[in-house]
């Protein structure tokens, strides 16, 4: 009887082993998965804030253009207006 209660410890004992085992195997993968989608979270992040810096550069050419016409619009009013007098 003591013969098969401690082939089942050894057996329970090298069954949990293993099972340790994975679990630090399934953990060290689990760490590298969330590596890489940091990584390209982070490139994500990073193009998308440049894209945004671009489009921040071309909203402010955009007013810059039209402050220019509104203001050659008001020539042009205030001209039309002297023409009419």
Partial sequence: MMLKERKKGKQATK???RAFERGKQVTKRK???NKICSYELQSLFDETNEKLTQCQAHVAE??????A??????MLWN???YLEL
């Fill in 31 to 33: 760490a590298h998965n």
């Fill in 15 to 17: 069954s949990s082993k």
């Fill in 79 to 81: 001209q039309n207006t």
């Fill in 62 to 67: 955009l007013q810059a253009k039209v402050v």
């Fill in 69 to 74: 016409l509104s203001h050659s619009l008001h």
